[in-house]
């Protein structure tokens, strides 16, 4: 049994430590690069429309996700609500940009912690934190409540990247796996289609922050469920939009050949992805742009991770109306390795058991 990381923290006191020094940046929030710096203690709002208490908009075990995060019984994910982020194509719009509507979902840090334990009596195998960037010292505290009561699973860190590599480096220890999407390759498309100025910059920053902390590998147990690493995810937009070949290099060369990969097929015009608003998002992606992402794997020698098959995009649209199921293929429910993601074996990984 792979203990999780942040168990040795929790025994030396750390974990507490790190808690009262996360939540002190609150006061003058900079906790991802926007430095809004107003008082989130004094439940300011900030940019991301989200004050002191965590909003959660869904928990629930999932199985959309890769394949060792799933297993037999799900991820455990939880949903926060609202984003520092304002992605036009957003399939998570329903929660993540609809701010009044989430504040009735605020919950205290003790009603976290429940949720956590839930999943985790529920059978899921990992604690899976959607969107975490703007609630990380919320997301802490939580933890801290938790582990109390008996918490043993581990934490993903479920992001769009979007992150500040100091609140990364005080996650050292806490975060098990890195789950961390990396959406461009040029600041001009993180602005016109995520609202965000410098993502390229901060976006890799935070990648090399995460490699460092848990290394290019990947370390499964011995059922073959993924208990720490990183995992890149690089969704396939229309029009080569994302960039994906430079942000494939940007892996390759600065981080590691060993990096897993996570290709996503899944984009669907949704939200503002509209001919009359951004009409180069406003389709689906064709076969010719999902296999030349494939051609660049092989092309650049990275065949670490998977590769969503080309149709996902038919049946991945969440609806977040209902937040106990808001993703309704039957396949999610069913307890199989099939699941909304549908993941193939077009990248090798060989699992190093530990």
Same mark, same amino acid.
């Given at each position: 049994?792979?203990?999780?990381? !942040?168990?040795?923290? !929790?025994?030396?006191?750390?974990?507490?430590?790190?808690?009262?020094?996360? =939540?002190? /940046?609150?006061?003058? &929030?900079?906790?991802?690069?926007?430095? %809004?710096?107003?008082?989130?203690?004094? *439940?300011?709002?900030?940019? &991301?429309?989200?004050?002191?208490?965590?909003?959660?908009?869904?928990?629930?075990?999932?199985?959309?996700?890769?394949?060792?995060? @799933?297993?037999?019984?799900?991820?455990?994910?939880?949903?926060?609500?609202? &984003?520092?982020?304002? %992605?036009?194509?957003?399939?998570?719009?329903?929660?993540?940009?609809?701010?009044?509507?989430?504040?009735?979902?605020?919950?205290?840090?003790?009603?976290?912690?429940?949720? /956590?334990?839930?999943?985790?009596?529920?059978? %899921?195998?990992?604690?899976?934190? $959607?969107?975490?960037?703007?609630? $990380?010292?919320? /997301?802490?505290?939580?933890?801290?409540?938790?582990?109390?009561?008996?918490?043993?699973?581990?934490?993903?860190?479920?992001?769009?990247?979007?992150?500040?590599?100091?609140?990364?480096?005080?996650?050292?220890?806490? $975060?098990?796996?890195?789950?961390?999407?990396?959406?461009?390759?040029?600041?001009?498309?993180? +602005?016109?289609?995520?609202?965000? *100025?410098?993502? @390229?910059?901060?976006?890799?920053?935070?990648?090399?922050?995460? &490699?460092?902390?848990?290394?290019?590998?990947?370390?499964?147990? *011995?059922?073959?469920?993924?208990?720490?690493?990183?995992?890149?995810?690089?969704? #396939?937009?229309?029009?080569?939009?994302?960039?994906?070949?430079?942000?494939?290099?940007?892996?390759?060369? =600065?981080?590691?050949?060993? #990096?897993?990969?996570?290709?996503?097929?899944?984009?669907?015009?949704?939200?503002?992805?509209?001919?009359?608003?951004?009409?180069?998002?406003?389709?689906?992606?064709?076969?010719?742009? !999902? +296999?030349? @992402?494939?051609?660049?794997?092989?092309?650049?020698?990275?065949?670490?991770? +998977?590769?969503?098959?080309?149709?996902?995009?038919?049946?991945?649209?969440?609806?977040?109306?209902?937040?106990?199921?808001?993703?309704?293929?039957?396949?999610?429910?069913?307890?199989?390795?099939?699941?909304?993601? $549908?993941?193939?074996?077009?990248?090798?990984?060989?699992?190093?058991? *530990?």
């Amino acid at each position: 049994m792979i203990e999780p990381a !942040y168990l040795r923290l !929790y025994e030396t006191g750390e974990l507490r430590t790190r808690v009262e020094r996360l =939540e002190a /940046m609150l006061a003058s &929030c900079d906790i991802c690069p926007r430095d %809004c710096r107003i008082d989130r203690l004094k *439940d300011e709002v900030a940019a &991301c429309h989200s004050g002191y208490l965590p909003v959660v908009s869904s928990y629930t075990p999932h199985f959309g996700e890769e394949p060792p995060l @799933v297993g037999k019984n799900g991820a455990g994910n939880i949903f926060f609500g609202n &984003c520092n982020l304002r %992605c036009v194509y957003c399939q998570n719009y329903q929660i993540s940009q609809r701010h009044r509507e989430q504040r009735i979902n605020e919950v205290s840090f003790e009603r976290l912690a429940e949720m /956590m334990l839930e999943l985790q009596g529920r059978g %899921c195998h990992n604690i899976n934190f $959607v969107s975490p960037t703007h609630f $990380v010292p919320q /997301m802490v505290r939580a933890l801290l409540i938790a582990v109390e009561q008996g918490l043993r699973l581990p934490l993903v860190y479920n992001t769009n990247a979007y992150d500040a590599v100091e609140v990364l480096k005080l996650l050292d220890g806490i $975060v098990d796996i890195y789950l961390p999407d990396l959406k461009y390759s040029d600041d001009g498309a993180g +602005w016109r289609y995520s609202k965000i *100025d410098g993502y @390229v910059g901060h976006a890799r920053a935070a990648l090399r922050e995460m &490699c460092r902390q848990v290394g290019p590998g990947l370390t499964f147990d *011995d059922q073959g469920l993924l208990r720490r690493g990183l995992v890149v995810r690089l969704l #396939v937009l229309p029009n080569d939009q994302a960039g994906i070949r430079d942000s494939l290099r940007f892996i390759r060369d =600065e981080l590691s050949p060993k #990096v897993a990969l996570s290709i996503m097929a899944q984009y669907f015009p949704i939200n503002q992805a509209t001919v009359e608003r951004n009409p180069l998002l406003s389709r689906k992606i064709m076969a010719s742009e !999902y +296999w030349n @992402v494939i051609d660049l794997l092989e092309e650049l020698g990275l065949e670490e991770g +998977w590769v969503q098959e080309f149709e996902s995009a038919d049946y991945y649209r969440p609806d977040f109306a209902d937040s106990d199921v808001p993703f309704k293929d039957i396949r999610d429910f069913q307890g199989s390795l099939s699941s909304a993601y $549908v993941p193939t074996s077009l990248l090798s990984i060989q699992p190093a058991m *530990d």
